[in-house]
């Protein structure tokens, strides 16, 4: 099959070239891929791998090739998640990891939802009821800062979120946070929730602006920094706060119910897919530069072509 594969030598480390068709497991469906994402995860992974290796998480497509008495029927427009594999033309997932699309949902569009979005809303769900708190999301101009500012809304939070352009705190305003400022330092008042994809100082500093009883959800670490909490900041609180890891990966049993929901919301004209670059997987390096520059707005859709 056509895939993008891991090439050391090529630009972003990924190129288009051929890999082994996928071998269904039972439990698994086959899937002609028709678009899939990019994530910040996968930049590092394409660094890890070995040549030839075919990465990435997220694929939206049409079903060729049905599991056996379970899951979606051939010629299901479905979205899923697989850890690798996400950039061939074919690929095997778990019929527990895939969802079925909603006539009139773009298929280019669901595929953004699986990492992006699900990682936002599991990190927004761990936080507990939204209704009435104060939510602050650092990152917020990149694709989960995006959903997480979406769906803290739709929750009922009243969401703060720190981009640092002048250029991304337009795009977050436009998405519906209620607050946007450049930078951590410049919130005012204690926050409930914390949804922090930057880590290192900021981490730092949102935690210090927890209200007794409020959570950092820890999603990325996309500063590269080490957290130094102030000698003391950790003490004192009536009721604890807390750093939590956010975990959305393979293995989880949700994952279907979660897809399920996000789909609903975008078919319903709630939810947003913020699209900052699309194009042909051809163009994969051009979606890398992109992504790494760090002046995407939102999600970056390749199209199987």
Do not use: C
Not at 34 to 53: C, D, I, V, Y
Not at 85 to 108: E, I, K, N, S, T
């Amino acid at each position: 099959m056509r895939a993008l594969i891991v090439d050391p030598e090529a630009p972003g480390r990924l190129r288009l070239g051929e890999a082994p068709d996928p071998r269904p497991a039972p439990g698994q469906v086959l899937v002609e891929v028709r678009h899939t994402s990019l994530n910040a995860a996968e930049l590092w992974f394409a660094r890890q791998a070995a040549p030839g290796e075919v990465i990435g998480f997220d694929a939206a497509g049409v079903v060729v090739g049905a599991a056996h008495g379970t899951g979606p029927a051939v010629g299901s427009r479905v979205v899923g998640f697989a850890e690798g594999g996400g950039f061939g033309a074919l690929r095997a997932m778990d019929v527990a990891d895939v969802a079925v699309v909603p006539d009139g949902v773009d298929l280019g569009e669901a595929a953004t939802l699986p990492v992006a979005a699900g990682t936002a809303l599991r990190a927004l769900d761990q936080a507990g009821a939204l209704l009435g708190r104060r939510v602050l999301v650092t990152g917020a101009s990149g694709g989960v800062g995006g959903f997480a500012v979406q769906l803290a809304g739709l929750g009922g939070a009243h969401v703060i979120a720190v981009a640092g352009s002048e250029d991304g705190r337009r795009w977050v305003a436009e998405l519906g946070a209620d607050e946007v400022v450049g930078r951590v330092d410049q919130v005012t008042g204690p926050v409930d929730v914390v949804i922090d994809t930057v880590g290192g100082d900021q981490l730092a500093a949102a935690y210090g602006l927890l209200a007794s009883g409020g959570s950092v959800q820890s999603i990325g670490w996309a500063s590269g920094r080490e957290a130094v909490l102030p000698v003391g900041s950790t003490l004192g609180s009536p009721v604890p706060k807390a750093i939590v890891s956010v975990y959305n990966g393979g293995g989880l049993t949700d994952r279907q119910a979660q897809l399920g929901r996000l789909l609903a919301l975008v078919a319903a004209g709630k939810l947003r897919v913020p699209v900052g670059w699309r194009g042909p997987w051809g163009k994969i390096a051009d979606a890398v530069e992109a992504l790494g520059s760090r002046s995407l707005r939102g999600k970056a859709i390749l199209d199987i072509d």
